[in-house]
């Protein structure tokens, strides 16, 4: 298996458990197919990890979601960070809106987790995928989860492949990356490793569809999830394969501790490091997530320049990637510029919680929220795989050696607004008829 | 040519000119089908009429949207209201993204519109449709724009289905609407009668796809400007076939006054009359559009009560109606209500103009902008062409049944929230391999 699209230049094709860790997967008869459904991660040694997670924004969260966030804040008092020994991915059924019951069956879970793992059930962390309104067979999960962990995670180098294999659902193959972290202080050497799942119901607004980022760095929680925000915002929240935000979407980014004695800390080149170790993997997946979007056959980059600041340049490139005209424009290999204006036209900026992920001070995110993007439309220069096709008005381009440049497996659509200094990227996919095709016979 | 779903009670299925207007089309060579595509209705009698506006909030406003909020600016210092003699439609080209040649092109038709009528440039108004980014054929339109005010407007009843014929695109079929409205005073009855087109990049915000409103009202022009705009915002703001904006969308309700000498006064039961009579009209047009949408088969309609308040209530009817997913689980025949649920979830309010534009009070509109829905699950209850699906819980029902029920040309979703008092409906339709295939090969 393959990534249709290349890995960006500093990151690995594969996924490899860093120092900590071991990893395993397992057939609980979640998924109709009868493959692998079930997913452990544990931590390894007397202290437990620490975990920076983010979740999704969707009011109908789904029972994993809610617990998640409960046993974090037990460990730290902050749904957004704390620390764990344990992780449990299941897939095929997401427990989403199964009321009390799901919520319960998602504790019987963690709690076999625990037991089997050898610590308290508010230290493991869940995440789950599939069919919504659908309840987990947790009796046939919880004998599964005591084998798994006794003797399923014996091969830790493979381990956290098939925890990649065994997330996804109607993804086509699964999606990983590897980055190493060379610490300026020369003190070590570490590996940022992630995996993740799609690869419909993506439009990720404050968190994303399931991923797990390991790390084998020492560094405390609060300081993880500073790490976190800012790479959620330009990473998963910058990608949509169909705009419906799903309800389950969850990333656990977890630090063994295991590469090294002294832990990082606020304000250095190392935590620098890590960070753009960890936005390296994160980008990677998310660009993965959309290429493989459900039905897609293309990955299209939108980068966005000249905006007022970050946030309004990611909005406008969001707003393009997720428009359905767009969207099968590409399909079609039309170079179709008006709906890329049009699209800019109707970028908005996100919720007040997106933009404070993102960076943005609480009371100016609060007044910001929602407000359109202003466009200048004669300031605004518009290219599609490198040629320039609008410039404020129509530019003559040949259309034949345009479809020609888009007959690829990821089209880049470069968009200027001439307004500032702002940028920024988002990754969707075209809209094709398998995905029409694929979401009109997927559940009951 | 029939609609495929039934006018609701109380509205005429046919589109019938009100006195005080002549109306036509004619071949004018922009669509390259050489069908009609140049529509012009002309107000008789010696007084302009009333005319109350709404336009796409798209920053990239088309040049026909530009120079009609110049045109009502002169009338009346408002672009939202003022008065006009003429209205020319052009059908093909967008006339959007074209620049400032673009907005000559389009005074140029106003020019040689007003010539031909007897009245200043300014007291005409434009809107269009089309292809983004091509220019229209100005040389080809002005001559035709002569004979039709000469001798084209002859047949006042069929002149108004000329025009709903000639405005269309993509439509399937032209759509149309007519309400009779008796006075409460018994001093005449009035005639409301809209068209309108879509059926593509329709996802109104603020304000709509095409459509006139015509009426022989008297009536002022900041009146009707009052009338409109909560008509809209329940109407057409609440309708969405594929999630795009337009840089075109445009309705003019227009009030020729030939109904009757006195004029229609703020907060009396006549001015209530009209307002039922243009809602109902425009509430039937929308419909039309969203089960016209691009590919569509089927009409969704979705109710939302139990809601905080009517606002939410239509946040959250817009978001199901609006999901990729929802969309092609309703085009399978799938009861899926966990795609219902998931994007309830997703429910944001719509910015600080749209909120305006219904009724909220502008401080308000600023604060509460763009902020989530909040969604208590466990009250909530979803039925499906009147099957209970969830109540909090899953609900055990018969799916073949429910399936069965689907298998109409529309369909409803209706939603309680379990909240509160409000209340609000939204259309959309369901998503087909028909709509990619179309939008694959749309222009160059």
Same mark, same amino acid.
């Given at each position: 298996?393959?990534?249709? %699209? *290349?890995?960006p230049?500093?990151?690995?094709?594969?996924?490899?458990?860093?120092?900590?860790?071991?990893?395993?997967?397992?057939?609980?008869?979640?998924?109709?197919?009868?493959?692998?459904?079930?997913?452990?991660?544990?931590?390894?040694?007397? =202290?437990?990890?620490?975990?920076?997670?983010?979740?999704?924004?969707?009011?109908?969260?789904?029972?994993?979601?809610?617990?998640?966030?409960?046993?974090?804040?037990?460990?730290?008092?902050?749904?957004?960070?704390?620390?764990?020994?344990?992780?449990?991915?299941?897939?095929?059924?997401?427990?989403?809106?199964?009321?009390?019951?799901?919520?319960?069956?998602?504790? *019987?879970?963690?709690?076999?987790?625990?037991?089997?793992?050898?610590?308290?059930?508010?230290?493991?962390? *869940?995440?789950?995928?599939?069919?919504?309104?659908?309840?987990?067979?947790?009796?046939?999960?919880?004998?599964?989860?005591?084998?798994?962990?006794?003797?399923?995670?014996?091969?830790?180098?493979?381990?956290?492949?098939?925890?990649?294999?065994?997330?996804?659902?109607?993804?086509?193959?699964?999606?990983? *990356?590897?980055?190493?972290?060379?610490?300026?202080?020369?003190?070590?050497?570490?590996?940022?490793?992630?995996?993740?799942?799609?690869?419909?119901?993506?439009?990720?607004?404050?968190?994303?569809?399931?991923?797990?980022?390991?790390?084998?760095?020492?560094?405390?929680?609060?300081?993880?999830?500073?790490?976190?925000?800012p790479v959620?915002a330009a990473s998963?929240n910058q990608?949509?394969?169909?705009?419906?935000?799903?309800?389950?979407?969850? !990333?656990?980014?977890?630090?063994?501790?295991?590469?090294?004695?002294?832990?990082?800390?606020?304000?250095?080149? =190392?935590?620098?490091?890590?960070?753009?170790?960890?936005a390296?993997?994160?980008r990677?997946?998310a660009?993965?997530?959309?290429?493989?979007?459900?039905?897609?056959?293309?990955?299209?980059t939108c980068t966005v320049t000249g905006a007022i600041d970050d946030f309004e340049a990611r909005a406008v490139a969001r707003s393009i990637v997720?428009?359905?005209?767009?969207?099968?424009?590409?399909?079609?290999?039309?170079?179709?510029?008006?709906?890329v204006?049009?699209?800019a036209?109707?970028a908005?900026l996100?919720?007040?919680? %997106?933009l404070?992920?993102g960076g943005m001070?609480?009371?100016?995110?609060?007044?910001?929220?929602?407000?359109?993007v202003e466009i200048?439309?004669?300031r605004m220069r518009v290219s599609?795989?490198?040629?320039?096709?609008?410039?404020?008005?129509?530019?003559?381009?040949?259309?034949?050696?345009?479809?020609?440049?888009?007959?690829?497996? =990821?089209?880049s659509i470069e968009v200027d607004l001439g307004a500032g200094d702002g940028a920024g990227e988002a990754f969707?996919?075209?809209?094709?008829?398998?995905?029409? !095709?694929?979401?009109?016979?997927?559940?009951?």
């Amino acid at each position: 298996v393959t990534a249709a %699209v *290349a890995q960006p230049e500093g990151v690995e094709d594969h996924a490899e458990l860093p120092r900590g860790f071991r990893a395993g997967a397992a057939k609980a008869g979640i998924k109709a197919s009868g493959n692998a459904d079930l997913s452990v991660i544990v931590v390894d040694g007397s =202290e437990p990890a620490s975990v920076a997670a983010t979740f999704t924004t969707n009011r109908v969260a789904a029972a994993p979601v809610q617990v998640s966030r409960r046993h974090l804040e037990v460990s730290s008092g902050s749904e957004s960070y704390g620390s764990a020994r344990a992780f449990i991915c299941t897939s095929g059924c997401a427990n989403a809106a199964t009321g009390d019951a799901g919520v319960k069956d998602q504790e *019987a879970l963690a709690e076999a987790l625990a037991a089997a793992v050898g610590c308290a059930p508010e230290e493991t962390l *869940a995440m789950s995928t599939g069919l919504i309104g659908t309840r987990l067979p947790v009796d046939r999960i919880v004998p599964q989860i005591a084998d798994l962990v006794s003797s399923g995670l014996s091969n830790p180098p493979g381990g956290l492949i098939d925890v990649a294999r065994a997330m996804c659902t109607t993804d086509s193959r699964p999606k990983w *990356a590897t980055a190493r972290v060379e610490l300026p202080d020369g003190s070590t050497a570490l590996t940022v490793s992630g995996v993740a799942k799609g690869v419909g119901m993506i439009h990720p607004r404050m968190a994303t569809m399931l991923s797990f980022v390991l790390t084998d760095a020492r560094v405390a929680p609060e300081l993880l999830a500073e790490i976190l925000r800012p790479v959620v915002a330009a990473s998963w929240n910058q990608i949509s394969v169909d705009g419906d935000t799903s309800t389950n979407d969850t !990333v656990f980014l977890v630090a063994s501790g295991a590469g090294s004695d002294a832990p990082i800390e606020r304000g250095t080149p =190392e935590a620098e490091a890590l960070l753009l170790g960890v936005a390296a993997v994160a980008r990677s997946l998310a660009r993965q997530q959309a290429s493989d979007g459900e039905g897609a056959t293309t990955l299209i980059t939108c980068t966005v320049t000249g905006a007022i600041d970050d946030f309004e340049a990611r909005a406008v490139a969001r707003s393009i990637v997720s428009s359905s005209l767009l969207k099968a424009a590409v399909h079609g290999r039309d170079p179709n510029w008006g709906r890329v204006l049009s699209a800019a036209g109707n970028a908005h900026l996100p919720d007040a919680a %997106v933009l404070e992920l993102g960076g943005m001070d609480s009371a100016i995110a609060g007044a910001r929220a929602g407000t359109p993007v202003e466009i200048d439309v004669p300031r605004m220069r518009v290219s599609i795989c490198g040629t320039l096709v609008f410039a404020g008005q129509p530019v003559d381009f040949d259309p034949t050696a345009v479809r020609g440049q888009m007959d690829a497996a =990821e089209i880049s659509i470069e968009v200027d607004l001439g307004a500032g200094d702002g940028a920024g990227e988002a990754f969707g996919c075209d809209l094709t008829e398998a995905y029409v !095709v694929e979401n009109s016979a997927y559940s009951t």
